[in-house]
C-alpha cells in the first residue's frame, strides 16, 4: 500500500489548505463548510445508498479475492476506486437516471485502449518535488481551461490552457511508457496486470447496483412529479403502484409516462389506466412502425433521424394536444466563439400515425456574425430537400434556399421560408423552414 511521489504531493497541498484556512482566520467557515457536507451525507436515502454499495464493493472484492484476482496489496487502488468512480457516480445518479447511453459510454470508456494508457501513466509518477510543484500548476491551469470555455471573450485563455493541458498529458504518458520499457520486468508482473485489472472489473461489477439505485430514483422522481400533477394521495398511491406494475425497468417508458401525465393531468383511476395503455401502445409502433404512404406524410420515427447527421437529432416524438404531435432536437449553437452564439433546432408536427410537417430555425443574434450561420442553415435546408422532397433541379432547390420569403410547391411537397427581423440593436433575425407533407396543407 506504498504511496507514490503524486499521492504524496496530493496530501500535502490538502493538509497545507486546511491548515491555512485554520490559521487566516476561516476557520468557522472551514467548519461551516464541513458540517454542510457531514448533513448532507446524514440524510437517511444518502446514507441506505452508500451502505448499501459497501456492502455490494465488500462482495465483489470477496468474489475477485475468492478468484485469486484480488490480493490486500490491492487495497489502495481499491480505495481510490470507490472514491473516484463509486462514490462519484452514486453522487450523479439523478443526472444517470435521465441519460439513455451512460451504462453503454461507461461500458465502453472503461474497457478502452485510454484505460491501459492512463493506467501507464499513473503508473509513475515524477520526483516528489516536481509533483509537488505541478499539482497547484495544473490546477490553476485546469481551473482556467474550465471558466473560460464558458466566456466566449476569453477564447484565447481556453486554447492556450487546452493545450497546456494536452502537452501535459502527452507528457506524462511517454514517461510512463518509458519507465515501464526501461523497467519492463519488474512493470510486467501478476501484481501490476492486478493492479490495472481491479479498478476495471469493479466498475463493470458496480454497473449492476448502479442501475438498480438509477431505477429507484427513476420511480422516485416520477413520484414527485405526482405531488403536483395528482393532488389526491388516494390516485397518486394507486398512480404509483400500477406505475412499477407496468413498466418495472422500463425506465424510457417511466419518463415518457412522467411527461404525459404532466402535461395530461389524470383526473381519475380510469384516466392513468388509458395513459399507461397510450404509452405502451405508441412503444410498440416505436419498435414496428406501421407503413406510411407520401401523401399521409413520414414515418415519424424516421423523421427524427433525417437530419442526425448534422447533429440535429429529434427527440421523443409525443402527444402535445388532443390530436397534435410534436418533437424536437436540441438548439445547436453556431459560431460558439461568439458572445451570444447563433443556434439551429428542427422540430416536427403531425398526428399519431405520421408526421406531418417538418420545421428547421435558424436563430441569429447578430447580423454581423450570420454569414456562416446562413451557409450552415443552407447545407440543413438543402439535405433535408433531398430527403423528403425529391427530383427537385439543384438550381431551383438553391433559388429556393435562398430566399427570405417563398411558398412554392416543389417535389410534392409545401415548401414555405420565412424570415423574420428582431427589433433590437443588435439587427438579429430568425429564418424558418418548412416542409409540409401535401401541397394543399393549410
Same mark, same amino acid.
Given at each position: ?22 490559521i487566516?482566520?476561516?476557520k ?23 451502505? *448499501? ?6 462482495f ?28 462519484v ?29 492512463? =493506467? ?16 497547484? =500548476? ?33 507528457v ?12 519492463f ?10 493492479? =490495472? ?13 448502479l442501475?438498480?439505485?438509477?431505477v429507484?430514483?427513476? +420511480? ?6 405526482? *405531488? ?9 398511491? +394507486?398512480?404509483?403502484?400500477?406505475a ?7 425506465l ?5 409516462w ?22 405502451k ?5 416505436e ?9 399521409q ?22 402527444r ?15 459560431n ?9 433546432? +428542427?422540430y416536427?408536427?403531425?398526428?399519431q ?26 447545407k440543413? *435546408?438543402s ?14 432547390q ?22 423574420n ?22
Amino acid at each position: 500500500m506504498e504511496l507514490s511521489n503524486r499521492e504524496w504531493a496530493y496530501i500535502l497541498w490538502v493538509v497545507a489548505f486546511i491548515g491555512y484556512a485554520l490559521i487566516k482566520d476561516k476557520k468557522r467557515l472551514l467548519i461551516e463548510s464541513i458540517s454542510n457536507i457531514l448533513r448532507a451525507f446524514c440524510e437517511p436515502k444518502i446514507i441506505i445508498v452508500l451502505f *448499501c454499495s459497501l456492502i455490494w464493493i465488500t462482495f465483489c472484492v470477496s468474489l475477485l479475492h475468492y478468484a485469486s484476482a484480488w490480493q490486500l496489496t490491492n487495497i489502495k487502488t481499491t480505495l481510490l476506486w470507490i472514491v473516484t468512480f463509486a462514490f462519484v457516480t452514486l453522487f450523479d445518479i439523478s443526472r444517470i437516471s435521465e441519460d439513455e447511453i451512460f451504462f453503454r459510454k461507461t461500458i465502453r470508456d472503461t474497457l478502452g485502449a485510454m484505460a491501459a494508457i492512463t =493506467f501507464i501513466a499513473e503508473s509513475y509518477s515524477f520526483s516528489f518535488i516536481t509533483e509537488l510543484i505541478l499539482l497547484p =500548476f495544473l490546477t490553476l491551469i485546469t481551473g482556467m481551461h474550465v471558466i473560460s470555455a464558458k466566456k466566449p471573450e476569453h477564447a484565447s485563455v481556453h486554447k492556450l490552457a487546452s493545450a497546456i493541458l494536452v502537452v501535459t498529458g502527452v507528457v506524462y504518458i511517454g514517461y510512463g511508457l518509458y519507465m515501464a520499457g526501461q523497467d519492463f520486468q519488474a512493470f510486467a508482473t501478476w501484481n501490476t496486470f492486478r493492479e =490495472f485489472s481491479v479498478p476495471i472489473i469493479l466498475s463493470l461489477l458496480f454497473l449492476p447496483y448502479l442501475y438498480v439505485v438509477s431505477v429507484i430514483v427513476s +420511480y422516485e422522481l416520477t413520484f414527485t412529479r405526482f *405531488c403536483w400533477a395528482l393532488k389526491d394521495d388516494d390516485l397518486r398511491r +394507486y398512480a404509483a403502484f400500477w406505475a412499477i406494475i407496468k413498466f418495472r425497468f422500463d425506465l424510457k417508458g417511466l419518463r415518457k409516462w412522467k411527461r404525459h401525465i404532466g402535461i395530461f393531468p389524470p383526473k381519475n383511476r380510469k384516466d392513468i389506466q388509458d395513459s399507461i395503455a397510450e404509452i405502451k401502445k405508441n412503444q410498440r409502433m416505436e419498435q414496428k412502425p406501421p407503413p406510411i404512404s407520401p401523401d399521409q406524410g413520414w414515418c415519424p420515427i424516421a423523421a427524427t433521424k433525417f437530419l442526425a447527421t448534422f447533429g440535429l437529432t429529434a427527440g421523443d416524438y409525443h402527444r402535445v394536444d388532443n390530436h397534435e404531435w410534436w418533437a424536437s432536437s436540441p438548439m445547436k449553437k453556431l459560431n460558439a466563439t461568439a458572445i451570444l452564439p447563433d443556434n439551429i433546432a +428542427y422540430y416536427i408536427e403531425g398526428d399519431q400515425m405520421a408526421a406531418k410537417r417538418l420545421i428547421v430555425k435558424l436563430h441569429v443574434n447578430n447580423r454581423e456574425t450570420g454569414l456562416s450561420s446562413d451557409v450552415e442553415f443552407s447545407k440543413i *435546408c438543402s439535405a433535408l430537400l433531398s430527403i423528403v422532397a425529391k427530383n427537385i433541379p439543384h438550381a431551383q432547390q438553391e433559388k429556393i434556399i435562398q430566399s427570405d420569403t417563398v411558398d412554392v410547391v416543389a417535389g410534392g411537397r409545401l415548401i414555405s421560408l420565412r424570415r423574420n427581423d428582431f427589433n433590437n440593436s443588435s439587427q438579429g433575425y430568425s429564418r424558418t423552414m418548412t416542409i409540409d407533407h401535401s401541397p394543399h396543407a393549410s
